[in-house]
Antibody, heavy 119, light 107 residues
Framework: QLQLQESGPGLVKPSETLSLTCAVS??????????WGWVRQPPGKGLEWMGS???????YDNPPLKSRVTTSIDASKNDFSLKLRAVTAADAAIYYC???????????WGQGTLVSVSS | DIQVTQSPSSLSASVGDRVTITCRAS??????LSWYQQKPGKAPKLLIY???TLQSGVTSRFSGSGSGTDFTLTISNLQPEDFATYYC?????????FGQGTKVEIK
């Protein structure tokens, strides 16, 4: 059974960079039908897909975030990462890492990690 | 970008009821529509993909229908564990987008 687990700081200062990593277990990140990504959810609000990456290195961006988001993959560690630059209070959210199947369905989710933005 | 609009935003229902949630896409997405269930403090869970295909392990009390721009999630014989927030998501093209959610509460 595929499992995803987010890790990273729970508190980031305004204007700094939020960095999260997602460890994948129970399957290979190099599976050609898998895409890996990030979804966030501000407290009490809805879901926003942030971006995804394939093991080939191809990335898929969400235009409103494209200038601030970098996703990367480390096949040797079977994990992938998110960097969100220049954070503001509006970036405070629960961040989920996800596996996206080849049809665009988010079929595996991490448990989520809450990130707050404060000085 | 394809916008996805869910309705209603919330509803109250009783155990045993049949509940229907609708999702409308801003342009045709064929059958590329998924439904998720989220309980408080938990990650969303994929229920249905390709508009009507039940994800493995999901109870058949959940069903989906629709194509093009209009889609429906139906929960039959509502059970206590079904009280949650439900989201639709268009999987037709990036940027993948979610509906705003429908909270199903106990009447």
């Amino acid at each position: 059974q595929l499992q995803l687990q987010e890790s990273g700081p729970g508190l980031v200062k305004p204007s700094e960079t939020l960095s999260l990593t997602c460890a994948v277990s129970g399957g290979s990140i190099k599976n050609p039908t898998s895409y890996w990504g990030w979804v966030r959810q501000p407290p009490g609000k809805g879901l926003e897909w942030m971006g995804s990456i394939h093991s080939s290195g191809r990335t898929y961006d969400n235009p409103p975030l494209k200038s601030r988001v970098t996703t990367s993959i480390d096949a040797s560690k079977n994990d992938f990462s998110l960097k969100l630059r220049a954070v503001t209070a509006a970036d405070a959210a629960i961040y989920y890492c996800v596996r996206v199947d080849e049809f665009g369905n988010f079929d595996y989710w991490g448990q989520g990690t809450l990130v707050s933005v404060s000085s | 970008d394809i916008q996805v609009t869910q309705s209603p935003s919330s509803l109250s229902a009783s155990v045993g009821d049949r509940v229907t949630i609708t999702c409308r896409a801003s342009q045709s997405i064929s059958h590329y529509l998924s439904w998720y269930q989220q309980k408080p403090g938990k990650a969303p869970k994929l229920l249905i993909y390709s508009a009507s295909t039940l994800q493995s392990g999901v109870t058949s009390r959940f069903s989906g229908s629709g194509s093009g721009t209009d889609f429906t999630l139906t929960i039959s014989n509502l059970q206590p564990e079904d009280f949650a927030t439900y989201y639709c998501q268009q999987a037709d093209r990036t940027p993948w987008t979610f509906g705003q959610g429908t909270k199903v509460e106990i009447k």
